[in-house]
C-alpha cells in the first residue's frame, strides 16, 4: 500500500476542470495505474484506489490518494501541476509506503483523523412505498452518522470524548426527539459541499441523470479499537461515493492537532 500526496495547481485551466467534476478527478486518479482498467471493480474485501482533495485555501488544493501500487501521476502533473518545475528528485507529487503506519496500529493508541465521507441513510416517506436513499442534511445528523456504535465497531475505532470540564454544550436530544450529542466528543464538521454533475453518456448517446452527492469533511480524535479492522478501513474506506472522493480516512499523531499530511 501507498500514500500520495499531490498539490494542484488551481491556476490552471486543466486544474479547474478537474476540481468541478468529481468523475473527471476519479478518472485522472484511475489513469495513474497502468495495469488498472476503466471496467475493472475491486475485489470484495480488497484494498482499493481511494483519493481525498483537502482545500485548505483558494490556492492550496492537496489531492490524496490511498492505492495498492504505486502511482506515477505524470499527467496530472502536466495538466495541474508545475510540470517545468519537475525533476528526477521531485517529480511533482510524493508518495511513500504506507505500510509503516498500518503496521503500527495498537489497540487503544489514539489518532487524529480527517474523512470526507458521504453520510447517507433510507427514508420511506408514505407506508408501502420502497426505501430511498438521502443524505444527512444537519450537522448533528452528519455526526450521528460516523458516531454510531454499530458502524465505529464495524471500522475498528471509537470517536474519542471530551472530558467533562471541556464540553461547552449539554446533550439532550433534537425538536425530532433524536439524540443530540452537545459537545461531548473530540469531532468537528469542518465542511459541507453538494456536488452536482454530468455522467458520461451512454453507448446510445443519452446522457444520463445528474448525480449529485453530498460530501462532508470530518475531523476529530480516535481511539483504535481493533487494528486489524482499522487496517481494513484506512485501506477500503468507508461509505458510499467513494469513487467520488469520499472514504479515505487519514490519521496523524494524536498529540498534535490534525496536519495537512496523512
Known sequence: MFITRFRVNTARPGARRLLSS???????VMSSFPHLLPSDSPAPDAPRVLWRLDQHAR????????????PDLTHMVEQAGWPAAAGPENPGWHTRPYAPLLDRLTTGDQWAFRLTANPVHTIRRKEGEPRKLTAHLTPVHQMGWLLDEKRQERLGFRVCEKPADR???????????????GDRYELTVRDTRSLSFDKSRTTGGRRDKPVSVLTVTFEGRLEITDPALLRRTLTQGIGRARAYGCGLLTLAPGTRPVPRTS
Open 22 to 28: 468529481p468523475q473527471a478527478m476519479h478518472a485522472a
Open 59 to 70: 490556492a492550496e488544493v492537496l489531492l490524496y490518494v490511498v492505492s495498492p501500487d504505486r
Open 167 to 181: 464540553r461547552l454544550l449539554p446533550e439532550g436530544t433534537t425538536h425530532h426527539k433524536r439524540p443530540h450529542p
